[in-house]
């Protein structure tokens, strides 16, 4: 058939609607968007067949389409593997929620809630209500109000208590983030002016009683979440710290950044300090986030004396900055969790990631090692090989924990072709490339058989194209 042929050939757009497969199409997708797809389709096969390919067939048009119209459809924000060996990646949405999250969450998205209703008078409430209680039961602190991260926490109480007067802050304290999230830029915003004192490596008490003057709001203590300084240092704790404030007369703010409300050495991790410690130790406001040790969703507290929490909810900003139903409903029965701390580390995903022990994750990967080695063709040389994972989201930034993964070595460029294949598997399998080798750490794999079953999905001459 000569090219005129073959574009006469060709289906219209109303034959391919019209055909069992069109109108499958446009009861799943719509009218309007199947026949953008289809006018598309037959673009791209009028090109191909002035370039000698041949016609295609009405359904083979109509198959087309429907995988043009499955791939704008598909969402990136899909679930995946993480076997990055970062338990709360940033990147990959950190914490995993509690099923009683979960399923709070939905409940709170299908049903109409008492959010800012008070059923005992039958007059308008408070959102913040829902969590106040808990959270001054869990930290000792006489109030505390919500906001939607950390960051908006520490923005916030600081307009709120500090502006248009000085902070005084550790140098060494004033951290950056990712996502160039910069301590002395969030203190600007807040209209704060920053004083700093002491050196990178050491603060004493004396440095904060020689920066205290009549334009002094508030001293603040800033954990330094994502690295540490080692060697000839010095810090002034929180206790202390709080005595000087107090001495002045002023608050003491304690931003721990993370944020931690059990004793992690009970799992066997590095101790972080707690909020309740913070509190204890005379903190008038301490910040943490929700999302990061806590195992929440993405949200910013601020505890502490009820009269700075009240000045903090009555600032314009806090409406701004305020978190929804769905949230809410999901760190009630978060937080519900951590009032029976001996069943924790079953019921919050994030803690029990973090515990699991070698042991198990080894005996996974001998496991699985057989799988992936019958898929992977001459050239790809997989092992099983010990690890350390880590916290993730500036947690513990310079510990890590033993674990154990797949270590999978090639040479050339056929590593960065096997981790893209992974990327655009149905479930995709994200792992990390280092020292000549595709690793994956099996910490974040529970999901054994689901696992398998996604990578027979690979075609092993995906492995071999360029």
Same mark, same amino acid.
């Given at each position: 058939?000569?090219?005129?042929?073959?574009?006469?050939?060709?289906?219209?757009?109303?034959?391919?609607?019209?055909?069992?497969?069109?109108?499958?199409?446009?009861?799943?997708?719509?009218?309007?968007?199947?026949?953008?797809?289809?006018?598309?389709?037959?673009?791209?096969?009028?090109?191909?067949?002035?370039?000698?390919?041949? +016609?295609?067939?009405?359904?083979?048009?109509?198959?087309?389409?429907?995988?043009?119209?499955?791939?704008?459809? !598909?969402?990136?924000?899909?679930?995946?593997?993480?076997?990055?060996?970062?338990?709360?990646?940033?990147?990959?949405?950190?914490?995993?929620?509690?099923?009683?999250?979960?399923?709070?969450?939905?409940?709170?998205?299908?049903?109409?809630?008492?959010?800012?209703?008070?059923?005992?008078?039958?007059?308008?409430?408070?959102?913040?209500?829902?969590?106040?209680?808990?959270?001054?039961?869990?930290?000792?602190?006489?109030?505390?109000?919500?906001?939607?991260?950390?960051?908006? +926490?520490?923005?916030?109480?600081?307009?709120?208590?500090?502006?248009?007067?000085?902070?005084?802050?550790?140098?060494?304290?004033?951290?950056?983030?990712?996502?160039?999230?910069?301590?002395?830029?969030?203190?600007?915003?807040?209209?704060?002016?920053?004083?700093?004192?002491?050196?990178?490596?050491?603060?004493?008490? /004396?440095?904060?009683?020689?920066?205290?003057?009549?334009?002094?709001?508030?001293?603040? /203590?800033?954990?330094?979440?994502?690295?540490?300084?080692?060697?000839?240092?010095?810090?002034?704790?929180?206790?202390?710290?709080?005595?000087?404030?107090?001495?002045?007369?002023?608050?003491?703010?304690?931003?721990?950044?993370?944020?931690?409300?059990?004793?992690?050495?009970?799992?066997?991790?590095?101790?972080?300090?707690?909020?309740?410690?913070?509190? +204890?130790?005379?903190?008038?406001?301490?910040?943490?986030?929700?999302?990061?040790?806590?195992?929440?969703?993405?949200?910013?507290?601020?505890?502490?004396?009820?009269?700075?929490?009240?000045?903090?909810?009555?600032?314009?900003?806090?409406?701004?900055?305020?978190?929804?139903?769905?949230?809410?409903?999901?760190?009630?029965?978060?937080?519900?969790?951590? !009032?029976?701390?001996?069943?924790?580390?079953?019921?919050?995903?994030?803690?029990?990631?973090?515990?699991?022990?070698?042991?198990?994750?080894?005996?996974?990967?001998?496991?699985?090692?057989?799988?992936?080695?019958?898929?992977?063709?001459?050239?790809?040389?997989?092992?099983?090989?010990?690890?350390?994972?880590?916290?993730? *989201?500036?947690?513990?930034?310079?510990?890590?924990?033993?674990?154990?993964?797949?270590?999978?070595?090639?040479?050339? *460029?056929?590593?960065?072709?096997?981790? *893209?294949?992974?990327? +655009?598997?149905?479930?995709?399998?994200?792992?990390?490339?280092?020292?000549?080798?595709?690793?994956?750490?099996? !910490?974040?794999?529970?999901?054994?058989?689901?696992?398998?079953?996604?990578?027979?999905?690979?075609?092993?001459?995906?492995?071999?194209?360029?």
């Amino acid at each position: 058939m000569d090219e005129r042929s073959s574009l006469r050939a060709l289906p219209s757009v109303d034959v391919v609607l019209n055909g069992a497969r069109g109108a499958a199409l446009v009861e799943r997708h719509g009218r309007a968007s199947v026949v953008d797809a289809v006018r598309t389709v037959l673009a791209r096969h009028r090109e191909g067949i002035r370039e000698g390919q041949p +016609a295609p067939s009405l359904e083979g048009v109509a198959i087309d389409a429907g995988n043009l119209l499955d791939a704008r459809n !598909r969402s990136n924000l899909r679930p995946l593997f993480n076997l990055t060996g970062t338990v709360l990646h940033t990147n990959l949405g950190r914490a995993l929620l509690a099923e009683a999250a979960v399923e709070a969450a939905t409940t709170a998205m299908r049903e109409a809630l008492a959010l800012e209703f008070d059923l005992d008078t039958g007059r308008r409430g408070e959102r913040d209500s829902h969590l106040r209680r808990l959270l001054c039961e869990l930290t000792g602190a006489e109030d505390a109000t919500i906001v939607n991260n950390n960051a908006a +926490a520490v923005l916030l109480a600081l307009n709120a208590v500090a502006a248009g007067r000085e902070a005084v802050v550790s140098r060494g304290e004033l951290i950056e983030i990712g996502g160039a999230f910069r301590m002395p830029d969030i203190m600007a915003r807040a209209g704060v002016k920053l004083v700093e004192v002491g050196t990178t490596n050491r603060t004493h008490p /004396k440095d904060y009683r020689s920066a205290l003057s009549a334009d002094t709001a508030l001293l603040m /203590k800033v954990h330094t979440s994502n690295y540490r300084i080692e060697g000839f240092t010095a810090e002034v704790d929180g206790r202390e710290l709080s005595a000087i404030a107090h001495e002045a007369g002023l608050p003491m703010m304690n931003d721990l950044g993370s944020g931690t409300l059990v004793d992690l050495s009970r799992w066997g991790l590095k101790r972080e300090p707690t909020v309740a410690e913070a509190v +204890a130790e005379g903190a008038d406001l301490v910040t943490f986030s929700g999302d990061k040790l806590l195992g929440g969703p993405q949200a910013g507290f601020i505890v502490g004396k009820r009269d700075l929490i009240a000045r903090i909810n009555a600032n314009p900003m806090k409406r701004a900055l305020r978190v929804d139903k769905i949230r809410i409903a999901a760190m009630q029965a978060t937080l519900q969790l951590y !009032r029976d701390p001996d069943r924790l580390a079953t019921r919050l995903p994030t803690l029990r990631l973090l515990s699991r022990p070698q042991s198990e994750i080894r005996a996974l990967a001998e496991r699985l090692l057989p799988e992936v080695a019958a898929f992977l063709p001459e050239g790809f040389t997989p092992s099983a090989a010990e690890c350390h994972s880590q916290i993730g *989201s500036g947690a513990l930034p310079t510990d890590t924990i033993p674990s154990f993964g797949l270590s999978i070595e090639a040479s050339g *460029s056929a590593l960065e072709r096997l981790a *893209s294949i992974f990327r +655009a598997l149905p479930r995709p399998v994200i792992g990390h490339l280092h020292a000549g080798a595709l690793r994956l750490d099996l !910490r974040c794999l529970e999901d054994e058989s689901g696992f398998i079953e996604n990578l027979r999905s690979i075609r092993q001459a995906e492995l071999f194209s360029a």
